[in-house]
């Protein structure tokens, strides 16, 4: 089998992918909690406790815990999102248990030390002017909060001067009761070590009794209007995004939706922006499309930075692109390109073993389940002309669009 699947007493469900071939292994606990579960007095706190769980736990200082896989060449890493919180290490496979050992200490027993608490809070204070810094990363979190307006989805990841200065150890204490539960969790891994010895390490170390059930609630997101905003700002280029809603991950068409924000303007560089707005025109350096994809909707965009002249230019031109893929079924040959593509792309990214275990990781923590290559690239080669059609004239309706723009001062 590709992957085998199981779960531990206390409700924590593992997938595992034995390869055979490398010494490097990945493990990573998942949980379904991110910034949108934050309650109005606790904007940034997802993400501020990503910082701070590493600065001690009952049985180990910060040094301690951060040279535990260090000094055997191993890395581990966190990252925090709107819906969930990840903390992942890789390691040489024999230094599995080290590494399963570290990451469940920090996730069940940290104590989150006041003066560390007080440090971490200038440390992010830090990261939110870097992050003030770089148009390109605002302008997404802004377009985002226009969108989703006072709902959970609109919140900045990284919180605000203000909330942060009030975090407390009590304020972390009372999140993570309410939503850290087992049942809510996730271990995904993939490494040269068979099921049977993954499962006595995770019995090992996991076997804390924490709650199997959370009583909180996803606000669902019902209320899209389309917004307009323009903001001067003092950098060398204008920088704007437009975008509409689009489908949730629990919905079919989220596929073909996938496919064509692929096809206008994905990662490869023959997309239909990229070919038509910077390679033929030489409008901007950077174009691109995105799909965000959320538990109950998803938000579809598009980014462009360009000198302030071409900017109606541009967007008149990314208009007409919409356009023609509204009214216009995709070829045989051009569905067939699109298809070809983005399986190459899933296919190479299962390649790259911390990536495979992070997909594998999230697909169960939202899904429940994994899907396989094969069940992937079937999914993909059902799409039809007609479909991509149906889903264009749904989501790149331009009357529905909102709009953010940076103009240069």
């Known amino acids: 089998m590709e992957f085998v699947i199981f779960e531990l007493e206390n409700g924590i469900r593992v997938v595992h992918k034995q390869v055979k071939s490398t010494k490097v292994a990945h493990l990573g606990l998942f949980i379904n909690t991110g910034s949108r579960d934050e309650q109005d007095s606790e904007k940034g706190l997802a993400h501020f406790i990503e910082h701070t769980i590493f600065k001690g736990t009952k049985k180990r200082k910060s040094f301690h815990m951060l040279n535990r896989l260090d000094s055997v060449g191993g890395e581990l890493e966190a990252y925090t999102t709107k819906e969930e ?3 992942h290490a890789s390691f040489l496979k024999e230094h599995l248990n080290r590494a399963a050992e570290l990451i469940a200490d920090i996730t069940f027993n940290s104590v989150f030390p006041k003066k560390e608490i007080i440090k971490e809070k200038d440390v992010i204070i830090d990261e939110i002017a870097s992050y003030l810094d770089s148009p390109y990363d605002q302008i997404y979190d802004d377009f985002e909060e226009l969108v989703f307006g006072k709902h959970p989805l609109g919140s900045n990841i990284l919180g605000t001067e203000k909330h942060l200065k009030s975090f407390t150890q009590q304020s972390i204490h009372n999140f993570m009761n309410r939503l850290y539960a087992t049942e809510e969790m996730v271990i995904s891994s993939v490494g040269a070590f068979s099921e049977k010895r993954l499962k006595e390490t995770l019995e090992k170390h996991f076997n804390a009794p924490i709650q199997r059930k959370r009583n909180h609630q996803r606000e669902t997101f019902e209320t899209y209007r389309k ?10 280029q204008s920088h704007y995004i437009c975008g509409n809603m689009a489908y949730s991950t629990v919905e ?5 939706m996938i496919l064509l924000n692929n096809l206008i303007g994905g990662p490869a560089m023959n997309s239909i922006l990229n070919m038509e707005v910077r390679e033929r025109l030489g409008y901007t350096y950077n174009i691109e499309s995105n799909y965000s994809i959320y538990s109950d909707c998803g938000l579809f965009s598009i980014y462009l930075g360009t000198d302030q002249q071409y900017l109606d230019k541009t967007i008149a031109v990314v208009n007409k692109a919409l356009k023609k893929l509204r009214e216009n079924e995709l070829s045989v040959r051009k569905l067939s390109q699109a298809k070809k593509q983005i399986i190459g792309q899933m296919a190479l990214g299962r390649e790259n073993n911390q990536a495979l275990m992070l997909s594998y990781g999230k697909s169960l ?3 429940n389940r994994i899907s396989t290559l094969e ?3 079937a999914k993909v080669e059902s799409i039809t002309a007609q479909e991509v059609l149906t889903i264009a004239n749904e989501i790149l309706n331009t009357n529905n669009f909102s709009h953010l723009a940076y103009i240069n001062k």
């Open 85 to 87: 919180t990840v903390f």
């Open 365 to 367: 923590m939202v899904h």
């Open 252 to 256: 079919d068409k989220k596929n073909g």
């Open 227 to 236: 917004v307009e905003q323009s903001i001067q700002k003092d950098h060398y």
């Open 375 to 377: 069940e992937i690239i």
